[in-house]
T-cell receptor
Framework: DQQVKQNSPSLSVQEGRISILNCDYT??????FLWYKKYPAEGPTFLIS?????DKNEDGRFTVFLNKSAKHLSLHIVPSQPGDSAVYFC???????????FGQGTRLTINP | SAVISQKPSRDICQRGTSLTIQCQVD?????MFWYRQQPGQSLTLIAT?????????ESGFVIDKFPISRPNLTFSTLTVSNMSPEDSSIYLC????????????FGPGTRLTVL
């Protein structure tokens, strides 16, 4: 049972444009969500998180939106840069400091 | 954020042998976790490493196959026992920090290939 789903295995975006990565979840008990970026041969790097009491969190070029009624979150990267090319994972937990359930990942490619 | 190191970074092992992976953190942390990423797959939690007590394993993972130790608040080991080619994966430890217990930080991972 895939509780966290990233339905797009890959995404290609022009440099300077906006990248939008999507994530859906099924477990209504999830109340904390995170996005990680992963380069090959490295561990995931934390990008941004959001609690279920919010619907938006922004950090520089990265913004995460949460739609609880739709059980959907998205990560916006603007403007996209070549260094953003990586695999992006969304993750969810029932509470902070609890185990994370990960999506399958989306490979983002930024084209010059 | 905490600085996390893992040893070894990669290894190639023979079927039937065991490998112990070490995770060292540069500060005391509340929680330590071990994840696995099989080829082309997402990250899956193996267990939560509890300091001073037995690890808490997720469904599908057992202590005999993946024994875990956590002797203090900065160190943990994961052993992959009696390995088979299906155990070929990246093994990652992650930590939650004392102060900012709202984010898990990951180590660089250990890439294991079983022949």
């Amino acid at each position: 049972d895939q509780q966290v789903k990233q339905n797009s295995p890959s995404l290609s975006v022009q440099e300077g444009r906006i990248s939008i990565l999507n994530c859906d979840y099924t477990n209504s008990m999830f109340d904390y969500f995170l996005w990680y970026k992963k380069y090959p041969a490295e561990g995931p790097t934390f990008l941004i998180s959001i609690s279920s009491i919010k619907d938006k969190n922004e950090d520089g070029r990265f913004t995460v939106f949460l739609n609880k009624s739709a059980k959907h979150l998205s990560l916006h990267i603007v403007p996209s840069q070549p260094g953003d090319s990586a695999v992006y994972f969304c993750a969810a937990s029932v509470r902070k400091a609890q185990k994370l359930v990960f999506g399958q990942g989306t490979r983002l490619t930024i084209n010059p | 954020s905490a600085v996390i190191s893992q040893k070894p970074s990669r290894d190639i092992c023979q079927r039937g042998t065991s490998l112990t992976i070490q995770c060292q953190v540069d500060s005391q942390v509340t929680m330590m976790f071990w994840y696995r990423q099989q080829p082309g797959q997402s990250l899956t939690l193996i267990a939560t490493a509890n300091q001073g007590s037995e690890a808490t394993y997720e469904s599908g993972f057992v202590i005999d196959k993946f024994p875990i130790s956590r002797p203090n608040l900065t160190f943990s080991t994961l052993t992959v026992s009696n390995m088979s080619p299906e155990d070929s994966s990246i093994y990652l430890c992650s930590v939650e920090e004392w102060v900012a217990a709202d984010t898990q930080y990951f180590g660089p991972g250990t890439r294991l290939t079983v022949l």
